[in-house]
């Protein structure tokens, strides 16, 4: 954990998927003081008319993007809320992505539900008021 996963329509180089992650890991890495060993990044291309979103009532349905974030338990949402807007950018700016088009949904998860063998077993705690820290 953090888990970073983007929904998309069509298919994208390889080249620019991976400037992406790791635009998107830094980013992260930074904003929420993580260790940037433990963020994964999925890119999944559903391709032509994979996610959709109705715009309005009574319009067509159009094709979206969607980003997932499985997160820390216990972030201020100002601080989700500037993380989403950060890779949000990323996605505008490496695969094109439409800001209208594209939406983030959080889920947040204690640190016994993240475990990294590699990095030791559980994810350590991160209480509210210490420094944004998720190691």
């Known amino acids: 954990m953090p888990y970073l996963q983007l929904d998309v329509c069509g298919h994208y180089p390889v080249e620019d998927k991976q400037r992406l992650a790791l ?3 830094e980013t992260y890495a930074q904003l929420m003081s993580v260790d940037i060993r433990r963020i994964s990044v999925a890119i999944r291309e559903l391709g032509d008319g994979g996610v959709w979103r109705i715009p309005e009532a009574g319009e067509a349905p159009v094709p979206v993007a969607v980003m997932m974030l499985d997160i820390r338990k216990g972030r201020p949402p100002e601080l989700r809320m500037e993380v989403a807007k950060a890779l949000c950018a990323h996605c505008i700016d490496i695969l094109g992505l439409r800001e209208d088009r594209l939406n983030v ?10 475990y990294h063998p590699a990095l030791g077993g559980y994810s350590p705690e991160w209480t509210p008021g210490e420094p944004r820290g998720e190691q």
Do not use: I, P, V
């Open 23 to 25: 635009k998107m890991s």
């Open 105 to 114: 949904e959080f889920t947040q998860h204690s640190g016994d539900e993240m």
